[in-house]
């Protein structure tokens, strides 16, 4: 018994310093892919919680379904091989098997198609948005608009590698973050100024198009405040890879005072120039360098 009462003693320290480790860990990494990274990110919203538990429901059902397609496959290869079956069957036709291999697969896409199509209304939209977010793509950057907040916008770049800080993640880290409030319903819209583009953050499960002269919408709550980081996910030509988009989560406070200072901040920055006039000056998305235009 005693042994018992250590072991369980020693059980509830490791299961609490674990405990602790994380807590401490989870904000710093809670939106950033890690090295050797198997899984998904932590979900930090709670349509990413319901894509995790889909996604574990359809880990499960493939799962039983290999181990007996498996299972009937050695079995079939066991009991009628032709040692113990030198006569083979000519049987053609069973019709209790064949109703009972047609039904089986229609209550199974049945049984993932009613949760699917639930998620897929969840994560569309929300109703009752507190706040909006619009953000533009563009080659090769992102530009972002806070409608309900003075209608202020700012464009965000990525920080080329040799001006990184000490832990800021490479292709990842840009010049401006996207501050947004936790515990807060946000309406997000995307859109593009020129080619296709795709808003993407893994850790709070959004993923939209972004399409030239049409507006998607959807929808994201953040659980917790830290920094998360997603990316454009369509092909968009030679600068693809340099459109990070970096999030910045704070409470309702800091947000409130963030909107302020960039009310003033962002007050002189006019709309982005339109990437089609050749008059433009135009800014490298890799490197922060300008180009003069056609003068």
Same mark, same amino acid.
Request: charged content about 20%; hydrophobic content about 45%.
């Given at each position: 018994?005693?042994?018992?009462? %250590?072991?369980?003693?020693?059980?509830?320290?490791?299961?609490?310093?674990?405990?602790?480790?994380?807590?401490?860990?989870?904000?710093?990494?809670?939106?950033?892919?890690?090295?050797?990274?198997?899984?998904?990110?932590?979900?930090?919203?709670?349509?990413?919680? #319901?894509?995790?538990?889909?996604?574990?429901?359809?880990?499960?059902?493939?799962?039983?379904?290999?181990?007996?397609?498996?299972?009937?496959?050695?079995?079939?290869?066991? #009991?009628?091989?032709? %040692?113990?079956?030198?006569?083979?069957?000519?049987?053609?036709?069973?019709?209790?098997?064949?109703?009972?291999?047609?039904?089986?697969?229609?209550?199974?896409?049945?049984?993932?198609?009613?949760?699917?199509?639930?998620?897929?209304?969840?994560?569309? #939209?929300?109703?009752?948005?507190?706040?909006?977010?619009?953000?533009?793509?563009?080659?090769?950057?992102?530009?972002?608009?806070?409608?309900?907040?003075?209608?202020?916008?700012?464009?965000?770049?990525?920080?080329?590698?040799?001006?990184?800080?000490?832990?800021?993640?490479?292709?990842?880290?840009?010049?401006?973050?996207?501050?947004?409030?936790?515990?807060?319903?946000?309406?997000?819209?995307?859109?593009?100024?020129?080619?296709?583009?795709?808003?993407?953050?893994?850790?709070?499960?959004?993923?939209?198009?972004?399409?030239?002269?049409?507006?998607?919408?959807?929808?994201?709550?953040?659980?917790?405040?830290?920094?998360?980081?997603?990316?454009?996910?369509?092909?968009?030509?030679?600068?693809?890879?340099?459109?990070?988009?970096?999030?910045?989560?704070?409470?309702?406070?800091?947000?409130? %005072?963030?909107?302020?200072?960039?009310?003033?901040?962002?007050?002189?920055?006019?709309?982005?120039?339109?990437?089609?006039?050749?008059?433009?000056?135009?800014?490298?998305?890799?490197?922060?360098?300008?180009?003069?235009?056609?003068?």
């Amino acid at each position: 018994m005693e042994t018992y009462r %250590k072991l369980a003693a020693a059980a509830a320290i490791i299961t609490a310093t674990l405990g602790t480790a994380v807590a401490l860990s989870g904000p710093l990494f809670a939106g950033q892919p890690q090295p050797g990274q198997m899984g998904f990110q932590p979900a930090a919203s709670p349509t990413m919680e #319901r894509i995790q538990s889909f996604h574990d429901l359809l880990l499960v059902i493939i799962t039983l379904i290999v181990i007996f397609v498996m299972g009937l496959l050695v079995y079939v290869m066991w #009991r009628y091989s032709e %040692k113990r079956s030198p006569t083979p069957s000519k049987t053609t036709h069973n019709t209790v098997i064949e109703v009972i291999w047609t039904v089986v697969p229609v209550i199974i896409l049945v049984a993932i198609a009613v949760p699917s199509f639930k998620l897929l209304y969840y994560a569309d #939209r929300v109703e009752d948005a507190e706040m909006t977010l619009k953000a533009i793509g563009r080659q090769w950057y992102w530009s972002y608009e806070y409608p309900d907040h003075g209608d202020f916008t700012f464009d965000a770049y990525m920080v080329a590698d040799e001006d990184l800080e000490a832990g800021q993640p490479r292709l990842l880290q840009t010049d401006t973050a996207v501050v947004l409030p936790v515990d807060t319903r946000i309406r997000i819209l995307v859109t593009a100024s020129d080619v296709l583009h795709s808003f993407a953050m893994p850790s709070m499960g959004l993923k939209l198009d972004a399409v030239p002269g049409r507006v998607n919408e959807t929808w994201v709550q953040i659980n917790s405040e830290g920094m998360y980081y997603g990316q454009c996910s369509e092909i968009c030509g030679t600068g693809h890879s340099y459109m990070p988009i970096m999030i910045k989560a704070v409470s309702k406070e800091a947000f409130a %005072k963030w909107v302020e200072q960039a009310k003033e901040e962002f007050a002189g920055v006019d709309e982005p120039a339109d990437v089609a006039d050749p008059a433009a000056p135009v800014r490298l998305a890799a490197t922060g360098e300008e180009l003069g235009g056609n003068d």
